[in-house]
Every structure is written in C-alpha cells, then in structure tokens.
C-alpha cells in the first residue's frame, strides 16, 4: 500500500512541479487518504489514529518539500526528479510511522521537524540504518548464549 501511494504522490509530484506549491495542495490529500487506507486495513478505529502527529508529518513535510521546491526547483532537471523523491521519502516516512505506531499499544511518539527533514533528505541511508541496526540486534542475541541452569 505504501508503494502504492508512494507512485501516486511521487507521479504528481513529477508533473506538478513546475507550478511552485500546486504539488503540496495536491500530495496532502493523498497523504490524508494513504492514512486512513493504513489505519481501516490494520482495523484500528479512525478515532484512535495518532492525527495530531500524522498532520505533523503531512504538513510538515509538505513545509520541507516547499523548501526543497524552491532551492532545488530552480534547476531544471534537477526540480522534477527532487520533487517526486522527496515525495516518496515523505510517504514512506509516514507509513513506517504510522505501521509503527498502530501495531504497538504505546503512546505515539513525539515527531519532530528533524526527523522529518532528515528522512526526507536522505531516504536511503535512513532506512538502511533501520534495517542496519535491526540486523545488529538480531546477531547479537543470537550470538550471545543462554545462561544455563544451575
């Protein structure tokens, strides 16, 4: 589903990006759609989603995404393939959150403006250092032996 609505935002992205902004008045609706998608098939109730912190997500994003629009934009080339990239970072970042948040009975967590800058700065190397450190953990539990009864 993420991928999905990943292609989705990064299309529109793609093509909108000529026009400053017109491709956040159309990523957040999609955004908004992707979490109530994820929230109804992991049958949680709407009213149970962590909105105040996936409007933190959308619309922050959406903030850093304006900003990349008009830095990176300016280059031709350049603007188009930032643009969906960016919108796929946010996407993604945003259903890990949320996949996240809606498997575990904790609270949700706090999202910050940082973490959503650096996820959307660099994907790569954010979710391969999930996938890094989850790695780690499981070797070292497996290499460390099980205390033995006495």
């Excluded at 026009?19 to 949680?44: K, M, N, Q, W």
């Excluded at 990176?72 to 080339?77: D, E, I, K, R, T």
């Excluded at 990239?85 to 403006?113: C, H, N, Q, W």
């Excluded at 497996?142 to 006495?150: D, E, I, L, R, Y």
Aim: charged share 20%.
């Amino acid at each position: 589903m993420t991928n999905k609505y990943s292609a989705i935002a990064a299309v529109i992205s793609f093509i909108t990006q000529p026009i400053p902004g017109a491709d956040e008045l159309i990523v957040v609706p999609i955004h908004y759609c992707f979490s109530v998608s994820l929230t109804r098939r992991r049958g949680v109730p709407l009213r149970r989603a962590p909105w105040l912190q996936v409007s933190k997500i959308i619309w922050g994003g959406a903030a850093v995404r304006l900003f990349a629009n008009f830095t990176l934009g300016l280059v031709p080339v350049a603007g188009l393939f930032s643009n969906a990239i960016t919108a796929i970072a946010l996407t993604e970042f945003l259903g890990r959150y949320l996949d996240a948040t809606l498997s575990s009975k904790a609270p949700p967590p706090e999202v910050s403006m940082r973490a959503i800058r650096d996820a959307m700065r660099n994907p790569r190397r954010t979710r391969r250092a999930k996938r890094l450190w989850s790695g780690i953990r499981r070797s070292i539990r497996q290499s460390v032996p099980a205390p033995t009864p006495a």
